[in-house]
């Protein structure tokens, strides 16, 4: 129903930075929430950053500042910049797409993972 191919992922030094894509398509709602979670090794995973398709932001505290959000609705595509990395930051990064404005939870949609890598 809904298809999510992400680009961007590779190897960074600390303080470097990355910038990770997800194009979307398929049966795409006008209310949506598209975004990031991440996954290290022995860790659960985590959101990331979130942004509804009427422009409303989230982030954790670990990457506030730091990470910064964006999308083409028309193209239905969502852009996430990694500013600043650190070693912590070294994980799976998904796409996630949902109907509606909660972002409190995943959809059930997901991409196929970007492996980012921070290590000098």
């Known amino acids: 129903q809904v298809q999510l191919v992400e680009s961007g992922g590779g190897l960074v030094q600390p303080g470097g930075s990355l910038r990770l894509s997800c194009a979307a398509s398929?049966?795409?709602?006008?209310?949506?929430?598209m975004g990031w979670y991440r996954q290290a090794p022995g860790k659960e995973r985590e959101l990331v950053a979130t942004?509804?398709?009427?422009?409303?932001?989230n982030y954790p505290d670990s990457v506030k500042g730091r990470f910064t959000i964006s999308r083409d609705n028309a193209r239905n595509t969502v852009h996430l910049q990694m500013n600043s990395l650190k070693p912590d930051d070294t994980a799976i990064y998904y796409c996630?797409?949902?109907?509606?404005?909660?972002?409190?939870?995943?959809?059930?949609?997901w991409g196929q993972g970007s492996q980012v890598t921070v290590s000098s």
């Open positions: 942004m509804t398709s009427i422009g409303n932001t």
């Open positions: 996630n797409c949902r109907a509606g404005l909660d972002w409190s939870r995943p959809g059930d949609y």
């Open positions: 398929g049966s795409i709602l006008r209310l949506n929430v």
